[in-house]
């Protein structure tokens, strides 16, 4: 028997059936390789359930994304599978071997009930197809098959149920290791401004008591009147100092003022020289205010400004660590987006910078990263779900900052190209070598020691950009110059596929 279905013949059967389905008896399917070591009855059953449908050149058989109904085995043709990325059909098989199958290969796996296709197939040339329905073939095959469907059933169910639970571990050890970092970050100003606030308390008592001897030495009123504008004077010019001294300049100044006050008999006047310093007092300052007060009650005078300049200085080190805090809270709302819609316009740098943040314990700890940000100006918003976009910048700078143990340069760079925001990520580490570059975004593939790593932070990124941003990612790596690569489009994708 010829190998294949001619024209003739598809054209003699229709007659037959009177224009109705066209069909494929048994001997016909025992030539396709599928079905050619079944049994008469089961060749049998296929033809009476299935049937025969062409597609004219160019035309679609199946598209990515909807309902997988049936299953197509070709008979005559050429044919081209295709994957949406980036916005467009990219091609990535195209064959004419008779036989070949393509659609709904997984109905007969029940945890895969309801499952779209998950690529297009195209007619390249007139095609002619044996279809038969997605549901029967599933119930027929695992008749027919138990324990192979058995066993298929139990590994997709194995693979993916193990997915789902290394995947969310790897998630909770981001969302971990996220917040030690936060955690570490607020520790430092939150302990700065306790420090300041006792500080600050210890010297307003102080300043009470200064002012309590002030009162009892019978101070004139325009004496304390100059006291005090000469007080405003010095903090108005704490707070418009604008250079910072050397420590020589500054060891040089505080020896001035200190032999100032010795002279004048100031109490303590070393210690409160640096104060007067760091509000940017001189000698000419002082000497206004020993103008100003008799020389009974200099000593206590210039403690009483003292105390107030560096209660003024212990404020703006409160207001510093609580301005740090509510930064830091503010890149954690950021990071998880908890202030936004699931799907939005976004600012990518807005998610690079609040990833940056969290990170920045793992970057500088080793002491020796440097880290270059080469962002573009103007760079359009992209249609994005950010919190998804903000795990895989952390999986990528985090995996950066572990390939330079002895130090290197983070670079993450942005640019426009053509319809795609890109975002590249590089560090100048020891590189992937060339045969594994090709694996890294397989699920539960690492390089890390075991118990380092799951395997999953490169898989779970490259579907969070392909699949749920219709983008792309790849690597560049060569030693010393490693760069991930994302593109994300500026148009919004016609499907959003589940990430799983």
């Known amino acids: 028997m010829s190998d294949t279905v001619t024209d003739q013949t598809v054209q003699q059967r229709t007659a037959d059936q009177g224009g109705g ?7 016909e399917l025992r030539t396709l390789f599928l079905f050619e070591a079944l049994e008469p009855t089961q060749l049998e059953w296929l033809s009476e359930n299935g049937y025969v449908e062409t597609r004219a050149e160019g035309e679609a058989v199946y598209t990515e994304g909807d309902a997988a109904t049936c299953f197509f085995v070709l008979v005559e043709g050429c044919v081209a599978m295709r994957r949406w990325v980036e916005g467009t059909n990219v091609e990535v098989n195209r064959t004419d071997h008779r036989g070949v199958y393509a659609g709904a290969t997984a109905a007969f796996v029940k945890a895969e009930a309801g499952h779209r296709y998950a690529n297009s197939l195209v007619a390249v040339t007139d095609s002619t197809f044996w279809v038969i329905d997605a549901a029967l073939w599933a119930d027929k095959i695992r008749v027919w098959f138990p324990m192979a469907i058995h066993m298929l059933e139990g590994l997709a169910t194995g693979m993916r149920n193990s997915q789902l639970v290394v995947g969310q571990r790897e998630r909770l050890l981001s969302l971990g290791r996220l917040a030690a970092g936060l955690t570490h970050e607020l520790n430092n100003p939150a302990s700065a401004a306790v420090r300041a606030t006792a500080s600050l308390r210890e010297r307003v008592s102080k300043m009470r008591g200064k002012l309590s001897h002030l009162a009892s030495a019978d101070i004139d009123g325009r004496e304390f009147a100059a006291m005090v504008d000469l007080q405003e004077a010095a903090v108005e010019r704490m707070a418009k100092i604008t250079r910072d001294l050397s420590p020589m300049e500054t060891s040089e100044a505080e020896d ?15 210690d409160v020289a640096p104060v007067l310093v760091a509000a940017g007092a001189d000698v000419d300052w002082l000497e206004e205010l020993a103008g100003s ?14 105390y107030a300049l560096d209660t003024e200085q212990l404020m703006n080190e409160i207001e510093d660590a609580t301005t740090r805090i509510s930064t830091l809270v503010g890149a954690a709302k950021q990071y998880s987006q908890m202030d936004r819609a699931t799907h939005a316009d ?4 807005e998610g690079l910078k609040s990833t940056i943040m969290m990170l920045k314990h793992k970057i500088t700890a080793p002491g020796n990263i440097t880290l270059v940000k080469d962002l573009a100006e103007g760079l359009p918003k992209v249609p994005a779900f950010p919190a998804e976009l903000n795990q895989v910048w952390t999986n990528l700078i985090d995996n950066a900052v572990q390939a330079m143990p002895d130090g290197g340069t983070l670079t993450i760079r942005t640019a426009l190209e053509r319809d795609d925001v890109l975002v590249e990520i590089g560090d100048t580490g020891t590189g992937i070598p060339q045969e594994l570059q090709e694996r890294i975004f397989e699920p539960f593939f690492t390089t890390k020691p075991v118990g380092e790593g ?6 779970i990124s490259y579907r969070v950009i392909a699949q749920r941003h219709g983008g792309d990612l790849r690597v560049t790596s060569v030693p010393g110059d490693t760069r991930f690569q994302v593109r994300l489009p500026l148009v919004s994708p016609q499907r959003l596929d589940t990430a799983g």
């Not at 001035?256 to 070393?270: F, N, R």
């Not at 007060?293 to 003292?306: E, K, N, R, Y």
């Not at 799951?454 to 898989?459: E, K, M, N, Q, Y």
């Open 293 to 306: 007060v008799s020389p009974d009650v200099l000593s206590d005078a210039v403690h009483w400004v003292a």
């Open 21 to 27: 389905e066209r069909r494929l008896t048994p001997d």
């Open 454 to 459: 799951t395997g999953l932070g490169l898989d």
């Open 256 to 270: 001035e003022l200190g032999d100032w006050l010795e002279d004048h008999d100031v109490v303590g006047s070393w």
């Open 346 to 349: 976004i600012d990518v740098h």
